[in-house]
């Protein structure tokens, strides 16, 4: 049991952030359950790897840690970031950074933590509550 919650503690936090925004609980909560959430999703959550293999066809399928960080092999720990910049291709992007439904899973809620703390900051200052 302890095993699991260490690995996807991140999906309690997305529902924590769940309830935080519907209970509309204080701002620093929603930041930080929201920061939380976009980092476990980028640098946490086990996934497969997916860099480039040698051969530049085929992806790693190795266990990973996050949707922006590679597997063990040293080549690819930073890789999916460089292509991220440095390819042209979007279609080899996101099949190298994405290969599966779980990693795309990941990304959008990486995503939507990201925007959910950036409304937690800008709504409050727009509407001057």
């Known amino acids: 049991m302890g095993k699991a919650v260490r ?4 999906y309690i936090a997305v529902a924590a952030l769940i309830v935080a925004w519907s209970q509309q609980w ?3 909560i929603v930041v930080a359950l929201s920061v939380a959430v ?8 086990p996934v497969w790897c997916g860099a ?3 051969d ?3 992806y790693c399928r190795n266990n990973a840690h996050g949707i922006l960080m590679g597997c063990r092999n040293r080549q690819h720990r930073w890789q999916k ?4 910049v440095l390819r042209s291709k979007v279609g080899d992007v996101s099949r190298a950074v994405f290969p599966t439904a779980k990693e795309k899973f990941n990304a959008v ?5 990201l ?5 937690a900051v800008i709504v409050p200052a727009v509407t001057g509550s």
């Not at 976009?38 to 959550?45: D, L, M």
């Not at 925007?115 to 409304?119: M, R």
């Open 109 to 113: 809620l990486a995503v939507g933590g």
């Open 115 to 119: 925007l959910s703390a950036i409304a």
């Open 81 to 84: 970031l460089k292509m991220i």
């Open 7 to 10: 690995l996807y503690w991140g």
């Open 38 to 45: 976009s980092a476990y999703a980028s640098f946490q959550v």
């Open 26 to 28: 204080s701002l620093p």
């Open 56 to 58: 530049g066809r085929t």
């Open 52 to 54: 480039v293999n040698r």
